[in-house]
T-cell receptor
Framework: KAGVTQTPRYLIKTRGQQVTLSCSPI?????VSWYQQTPGQGLQFLFE???????NKGNFPGRFSGRQFSNSRSEMNVSTLELGDSALYLC????????????FGPGTRLLVL | AQSVSQHNHHVILSEAASLELGCNYS??????LFWYVQYPGQHLQLLLK??????LVKGIKGFEAEFIKSKFSFNLRKPSVQWSDTAEYFC????????????FGRGTQLTVWP
C-alpha cells in the first residue's frame, strides 16, 4: 500500500500570499489530521477531518483552514501568509477517528519570505 | 490543557550504551500512547504504541516502552543503541475522547557515536 503523500514537498511564498497544501491518505483511511512542525513550537495540531467533516481544531487563527473531499483527500489553506507560518506541515491518516494509529506523510516545507 | 513532557532535549551516547528517554503527560483519563521517530531527512514513523493490556510494549528495531499509569509516564528504552538510531524521538498522547488529535512532546534528539 502506498503511504501518505503530500504535495508539493517544498514551497516558497511571500508575506500576504495564500497557499494550498494537499494530502492523499493511505487507501481506505478516512481520517486525516494536519500538524505544524517548527523548531520553536514543536509539533502542533491544526485540525482533523473525518468523512468530510472537521472533527477537531487546534489553536490556530482563522487564516488556517482545511477541507476533506469524498475520496478522503484533504487540503489545507493558509491565507495572508506571515513569516511565522514558515514550517513543515504534516498530514497524518488513520482508518477511523478513534483508537487508531496515525501514519504520517513526508510533509510540505513552507518558507515565507 | 493536555501537555506532554520529554525530559531530555538532546541525548548523546556511544554505540552499545543503553537508552532511556522519559515521557510524562498530564491527562488523567484514558490515553493512547505513542513513540514516533524521525530519522534525518525522513518522515515521522511509528516506533511503538500502547492502547491497553500489557503495559510493557515492544516496538520495531529493539525498542520497548513501559506505561506506568500511576506516574503518568511512558518511557522509551533500548538496551543497546546503534549508530543508525540517531534520530529525533517524539512521545505522543491521544486522549480517549479527542478522536484523532495527538499531543506531542517537544522531541528528544538522540546522537549515537560509533
Amino acid at each position: 500500500k502506498a503511504g501518505v503523500t503530500q504535495t508539493p514537498r517544498y514551497l516558497i511564498k511571500t508575506r500576504g500570499q495564500q497557499v494550498t497544501l494537499s494530502c492523499s491518505p493511505i487507501s481506505g483511511h478516512r481520517s486525516v489530521s494536519w500538524y505544524q512542525q517548527t523548531p520553536g513550537q514543536g509539533l502542533q495540531f491544526l485540525f482533523e477531518y473525518f468523512s468530510e467533516t472537521q472533527r477537531n481544531k487546534g489553536n490556530f487563527p482563522g487564516r488556517f483552514s482545511g477541507r476533506q473531499f469524498s475520496n478522503s483527500r484533504s487540503e489545507m489553506n493558509v491565507s495572508t501568509l506571515e513569516l511565522g507560518d514558515s514550517a513543515l506541515y504534516l498530514c497524518a491518516s488513520s482508518l477511523t477517528a478513534s483508537q487508531e494509529t496515525q501514519y504520517f506523510g513526508p510533509g510540505t516545507r513552507l518558507l515565507v519570505l | 490543557a493536555q501537555s506532554v513532557s520529554q525530559h531530555n532535549h538532546h541525548v548523546i551516547l556511544s554505540e552499545a550504551a543503553s537508552l532511556e528517554l522519559g515521557c510524562n503527560y498530564s491527562y488523567g483519563g484514558t490515553v493512547n500512547l505513542f513513540w514516533y521517530v524521525q530519522y534525518p531527512g525522513q518522515h515521522l514513523q511509528l516506533l511503538l504504541k500502547y492502547f491497553s493490556g500489557d503495559p510493557l510494549v515492544k516496538g520495531i528495531k529493539g525498542f520497548e516502552a513501559e506505561f506506568i499509569k500511576s506516574k503518568f509516564s511512558f518511557n522509551l528504552r533500548k538496551p543497546s543503541v546503534q549508530w543508525s538510531d540517531t534520530a529525533e524521538y517524539f512521545c505522543a498522547v491521544k486522549r480517549g475522547s479527542t478522536l484523532g488529535r495527538l499531543y506531542f512532546g517537544r522531541g528528544t534528539q538522540l546522537t549515537v557515536w560509533p
